[in-house]
């Protein structure tokens, strides 16, 4: 028996191993764009550091907010937090947030490979710049289905000048003051507002000069003739939808949100807030010397006033090339900002890649499900405030985060009346702005979805307040991947299901709902917790865009979690009562 | 013993209420200076709603924090919390922040008379606008000792276009960045940044053309002539030491800090950032018509580029003359910034109102104090951090209320060390800089004060880093009134006692410690409870400037304390480990 435990201890250190983290999360000066602005840094740094596991590790992360007077949380994009729920970084959702002062340790398992992200989840503490990347490779004896030479990370987002807690309180606000479009665009937290890359190709643009130290400096990749790089891309911008692309250089795509893809070629790939890719560049598609611009440039929204210029970056083939050369033209143009073709052509495109290539064992979904939830995605007026609303429902969050309530069956901590599983008006016309007597509500409610059922969730997208006027959406699921059944225009019935792919739809945790078009996916409540499903636009989410499953509610009352999430609200009173003087 | 237990009811409800308040602490668009900018509001009003009580009415206060990410407390400046120290309203030391979303009810009894007010203590949240004014009116059959027909009450402020969040990490940075010089000073939370109501006296000036409903529309105090009015001051600035004046009138100083004060004449008055006072104003002192400037100036700091304007209000004789006439002449001119000496005269001509008269029972110190803490105030490099210290210690808040860890006998949430009670170089040069190896230290240590000991302390004022300044502090003590021995200049000895004062030295809660000089104090320790002490200048306690007292903590470890007041830290933690799944 001794020796017995000695053989399994071996086994399992042989294959995976816990990575244990110290962050810090303050605020710190930092020039994203070349302007001196506020972050919220992790150790010091912005973006904060990346973290690199191998599938299988434990990732303990003890986490100290330096922060004045502001609570803390983060969420692990794209970790399905299997038996660890209150790890998913969700505040008033999976854990209260980590007062200022205090620490909290974070413990899950990065159970697949993929190209993952972290950042805040508490008001938009996103936005202020608190994210980085979360990198898992395959374990040995598993590799990807793919080869290459070398790796590059590109973490993507947006960024403002204006200070997130003024944002916060304008989006509040009655008239609604919003954000506009974001001044910079960041590669790696690294965008040029006052100057351009690229300005020899443009005479309205200042030179950059940068000095060994600048925040700012643009990435350069170096690649060498004749080698193939896997580029990891991931999006956590707080608005943005991207479109990137490589001068000269075709892009083979193989991963999406840590699921591996029929692999196809592309010119640019349109990426949307919370979305991950991985991209392979094959460097034999020209001469074996140059230099190239990167770009990353915004889709689905119409360019503000100033337009936010891409961001760029550098590829640069060495040693025949110095860094200093540059590039022979100006940077590639993206496609038009509203070319919604383009950018379905290339959701479309992507397929899970299945058979005896995948170590994932990928399964197809099942063929039926047992409930569908049709959510319109609408904004209304809520006594005077502008709101977006899912089936008419702002949500707002309690002060109890839900997975403690549910634990304790502390009832009164939220809502206990499930909201709608479909938009209550069969004549609701979406291509109109919704009529102003929807008695839209606020509620902190939740889909309660019992165990292992399986689930179809049917975006519904729809013309906003303004006529004319429907907005691209990209939706995100906490704790798991989902199929991605397909993309429809107009409104969705349930005769659509013909057009469903039941064969080979990717497997993602983020999908994009088009302007009034719809979006169908499938899942399996197979995850005992309380998760998130909400548009991945920081300000949309704060005006109310998104839903709670509680999944499995029976098991989460007889599961073990870490009591140190919950002490606040009436968790933490309910614990204070058990103190006796 | 029935109909005793009904006449001791009576005769207290006869005389004590219970005030009822439910307040909400959300962020609002406001425009104190006529720029419109983001204030912390309570109940949707910017200075919060003024509080009236009576003198042994018990408050209690449900107020709910509507911020996005940041907890809250609010301090009742001035008001001693006898048996109820949980309900002082300090982050960290008295309670945990109150997160948002999270409900907290503030409950404690105003035990005398006088001009207070409240503010928010957790970062800098007071310089956020969370303030507002708490008048406690004497209890029949008590009356104040003077008499007046009518009264009117002004909160002093000043007040940043640059947002707190950003003040608070440009103060917590390498280099510092100073917050600089206040854009506006406010009357009741108004005052003119683009425009003067004086403007027809001074061309440089632009005229302010108010709506009906703007919110920085001066404030203007209608009287009668010969009738006497009592006007309450209350300094809670973040930085600013004011000046007060009201053109052609002298003033009655009668209360300081809720004290009465032997009657004295001035033309203007000093007060400090913390300090409150009460004057009367006799109009019979001129033509029974008129409208006159009431100004509040900046003392103590070198007026910044471009100076900040003073605010100003207006005295109106009424019905005698119309709101809209222009004063006859320019508004007055405050005594120059430097002008220590005029300073120094107030502050000494405050005395104690002794005698039958003070039904306050006035009663002078004890003759003797049991110890003696030096306080040497200077500013120090800490890890290249500019901090400023107290004996060479800034202060740190743990993230552990100190109440809640003396309770429960919690060892480990703060340093049990005790800190000096005197800077340890006797050969200290108060004249010059700190030398750069005074190891100064970051401490979250208290100063343990024993039941019911007279307790002396020094203030010691100092060169700060830069040669040749040394700058004003107002000193606030919570859950006491002190007597303020005395003041001197220079470097302060034993031998300066003979120069105490302890015939009939005012009472007060908050005292100032002039450039190179000293002042010197005296309480008793018979309050249980966790006190801080410190600089009332917001970014100096920010960056360290103050002291704890823990007070009898025998007795606080047997006190009833509102346990929701510590559901955080370690105590949370405590209560926590006390539930059994």
């Given at each position: ?7 399994i ?17 303050e605020?710190?000066h ?14 010091g ?6 973290i ?28 399905t937090q ?6 998913d ?20 398992t ?47 987002s947006?960024w ?9 309180v ?15 665009l ?15 190709f ?5 030179v ?7 925040q700012c ?20 911008t707080?608005?943005?939808?991207l479109?990137?692309m ?6 083979e ?18 990426i949307?807030s919370?979305e ?32 936010t ?13 110095p ?5 022979s033209?100006?940077?590639?143009v993206?496609?038009v ?13 992507i ?8 170590y ?14 049709v ?23 309690p ?7 549910i ?12 909201p ?5 008006s ?12 929807t008695n ?12 292992n059922k399986?689930i179809?969730v ?8 303004t006529?004319g ?11 798991h ?63 109310g ?9 029976e098991e ?6 870490n009591?140190e ?17």
């Amino acid at each position: 028996m001794f020796s017995c435990f000695w053989l399994i201890f071996l086994v399992q250190s042989s294959v995976a191993k816990v990575i244990q983290l110290k962050w810090e999360v303050e605020y710190k000066h930092w020039s994203p764009d070349c302007i001196e602005s506020v972050v919220m840094a992790i150790n010091g740094t912005f973006p904060g550091p990346t973290i690199e596991a191998t599938a299988g590790d434990t990732v303990n992360i003890t986490l100290t907010n330096h922060l004045h007077t502001e609570g803390v949380v983060i969420h692990w994009h794209g970790i399905t937090q299997k038996g660890t729920p209150w790890a998913d970084g969700t505040a008033s959702i999976s854990q209260c947030a980590i007062n200022a002062g205090e620490t909290f340790v974070y413990s899950f398992t990065v159970e697949k490979a993929g190209t993952f992200f972290y950042h805040g989840h508490y008001g938009m503490q996103r936005s202020a710049g608190l994210y980085g990347s979360l990198i898992v490779h395959e374990a040995e004896p598993h590799r990807q289905p793919f080869k290459y030479d070398g790796e590059f990370n590109l973490l993507l987002s947006d960024w403002w000048h204006q200070n997130v807690h003024r944002q916060e309180v304008d989006l509040s606000g009655v008239p609604l003051v919003f954000i506009g479009e974001p001044q910079s665009l960041l590669i790696n937290g690294k965008g040029q507002y006052n100057c351009s890359i690229a300005a020899h190709f443009d005479e309205s643009k200042n030179v950059c000069n940068f000095t060994e130290k600048e925040q700012c400096k643009p990435e350069i990749l170096q690649v060498k003739p004749n080698k193939k790089y896997r580029i990891r891309l991931a999006s956590t911008t707080a608005l943005a939808s991207l479109n990137f692309m490589i001068q000269g250089h075709k892009l083979e795509v193989v991963e999406a949100d840590g699921n591996y893809v029929k692999p196809f070629l592309v010119d640019d790939l349109d990426i949307y807030s919370g979305e991950s890719y991985s991209v392979l560049l094959n460097t034999n598609q020209g001469p074996p010397s140059g230099n190239y611009w990167i770009s990353i440039g915004i889709r689905g929204r119409k360019p503000g006033k100033p337009p936010t210029p891409p961001a760029l970056a550098i590829l640069n083939y060495y040693p025949m090339t110095p860094v200093s050369k540059h590039p022979s033209s100006a940077p590639p143009v993206h496609p038009v900002w509203d070319n919604y073709t383009h950018s379905k052509l290339f959701s479309n495109s992507i397929k899970a890649l299945t058979g005896p290539k995948s170590y994932l064992n990928y399964k197809p979904p099942p063929l039926k499900q047992d409930r569908r939830i049709v959510l319109l995605n609408t904004q209304n007026y809520i006594n005077n405030y502008t709101k977006w609303t899912i089936n008419n429902i702002s949500l707002t969050l309690p002060s109890t985060p839900y997975l403690g309530a549910i634990k304790y069956g502390i009832d009164n901590a939220f809502t206990q009346q499930s909201p709608p599983d479909h938009y209550n008006s069969p004549n609701y016309n979406i291509n109109y702005p919704p009529p102003r007597d929807t008695n839209a509500i606020h509620s902190n409610a939740v889909y309660k979805l019992p165990s292992n059922k399986v689930i179809d969730v049917v975006l519904q997208n729809a013309n906003m307040l303004t006529e004319g006027h429907s907005e691209i959406h990209p939706w995100h699921l906490h704790g798991h991947d989902f199929w991605v059944l397909g993309y429809g225009e107009g409104k969705f019935s349930d005769a659509n299901e013909t057009l469903f792919n039941t064969v080979d739809p990717p497997l993602r945790n983020t999908v994009v709902v088009y302007p009034y078009g719809w979006t169908a996916l499938r899942f399996e409540a197979d995850n005992p917790g309380v998760w998130a499903f909400h548009c991945h636009i920081e300000p949309h989410l704060h005006m109310g865009m998104g839903v709670i499953f509680a999944e499995a509610v029976e098991e989460i009352k007889k599961m073990k979690v870490n009591k140190e999430a919950l002490v606040c609200g009436l968790t933490g009173k309910m614990f204070m009562n058990s103190h006796r003087d």
